[in-house]
T-cell receptor, first 111, second 114 residues
Framework: KQEVTQIPAALSVPEGENLVLNCSFT??????LQWFRQDPGKGLTSLLL?????REQTSGRLNASLDKSSGRSTLYIAASQPGDSATYLC??????????FGKGTMLLVSP | GAGVSQSPSNKVTEKGKDVELRCDPI?????LYWYRQRLGQGLEFLIY????????KSGLPSDRFSAERTGESVSTLTIQRTQQEDSAVYLC????????????FGDGTRLSIL
């Protein structure tokens, strides 16, 4: 059974800092890994999708990497802003299941 | 609409009552998913539909839970004889197809069982 773990559970940084969120998964037989953000009282917004054959994806100030063999992914946020404050969720899709989610990292960026 | 729409946004009901939650996917999306998010927990997969194929019900927690989808349109999730542990946010998502596509989520239905 696939398990996804995210570290840290919560993170507080001052505006402008670069930061890294971590995600690990137990079964490397995945189709893809996806990063989402969730704002309070809202659904999830898809940020990046990395196919199993890819090493990284970039969108604006976000860069996600994937090391499938070691079961790890990182989400790098450059020059953080207060508007980045949200919960960030990592999820993996595999042959035997649809998305399996981690519990998320709650990020607070203070002005 | 442009996104996934869920209704109601909030539902409060008494223990033992049945509830029905609705999801309108993005037009043209053949795959539709239901998830549950309980306080302090990660998202739990419940069920997904892909076109006219038999749904994957492997995540449904009990036989009190069921879901239907007509073609590639609206889906309803029904919970019978609700229990307090059913209190959660129920999220619906859709994608173009079931594999290797980003899922687009609605804002969810917050269900509270008294």
């Amino acid at each position: 059974k696939q398990e996804v773990t995210q570290i840290p559970a919560a993170l507080s940084v001052p505006e402008g800092e670069n930061l890294v969120l971590n995600c690990s998964f137990t079964d490397s037989a995945i189709y893809n890994l996806q990063w989402f953000r969730q704002d309070p009282g809202k659904g999830l917004t898809s940020l990046l999708l990395i196919q199993s054959s890819q090493r990284e994806q970039t969108s604006g100030r976000l860069n996600a990497s994937l090391d499938k063999s070691s079961g790890r992914s990182t989400l790098y946020i450059a020059a953080s802003q207060p508007g980045d404050s949200a919960t960030y969720l990592c999820a993996v899709e595999s042959r035997y299941s649809t998305l399996t989610f981690g519990k998320g990292t709650m990020l607070l960026v203070s002005p | 609409g442009a996104g996934v729409s869920q209704s109601p946004s909030n539902k409060v009901t008494e223990k033992g009552k049945d509830v029905e939650l609705r999801c309108d996917p993005i037009s043209g999306h053949t795959a539709l998913y239901w998830y549950r998010q309980r306080l302090g927990q990660g998202l739990e997969f419940l069920i997904y539909f892909q076109g006219n194929s038999a749904p994957d019900k492997s995540g449904l927690p009990s036989d009190r839970f069921s879901a239907e989808r007509t073609g590639e349109s609206v889906s309803t999730l029904t919970i019978q004889r609700t229990q307090q542990e059913d209190s959660a946010v129920y999220l619906c998502a859709s994608s173009l197809v079931a594999i290797n596509q980003p899922q687009h989520f609605g804002d969810g239905t917050r269900l509270s069982i008294l």
